[in-house]
Nanobody, 115 residues
């Protein structure tokens, strides 16, 4: 199974924005729901945003109203637009299926929110 590849992380000040990207094959888009997960130091990995095959979205309460998950079926990409970032959003962010498949975890992309 091919691992997903995430990009777009970085260091941002509180209140700032970042957009994460995930490269996805067309067959995945057509067959599975996808999500963005994150893992902060000392914490378990958690699902923060989910998009179904049909395009419906759902978010963890901690990011609702600030993060937006989307997909581009032409470019076979999935995105996470993150606005109004907070220090507690600091984590490594990953994309994967929902529910996830262990073999598909990539390296993730580090997001650090700090002044």
């Amino acid at each position: 199974q091919v691992q997903f590849v995430e990009s777009g992380g970085g260091l941002v000040q509180p209140g700032g924005s970042l957009r994460l990207s995930c490269t996805v094959s067309r067959s995945i888009f057509s067959s599975y729901g996808m999500g963005w997960y994150r893992q902060a130091p000392g914490k378990q990995r958690e699902l923060v945003a989910h998009i179904t095959r049909g395009g419906s979205t759902d978010y963890a309460d901690s990011v609702k109203g600030r993060f937006t998950i989307s997909r581009d079926n032409v470019k076979n990409m999935m995105y996470l637009q993150m606005n109004s970032l907070k220090p507690e959003d600091t984590a490594v962010y990953y994309c994967n299926l929902v529910p996830y498949q262990t073999a598909r975890w990539g390296q993730g992309t580090q997001v650090t929110v700090s002044s």
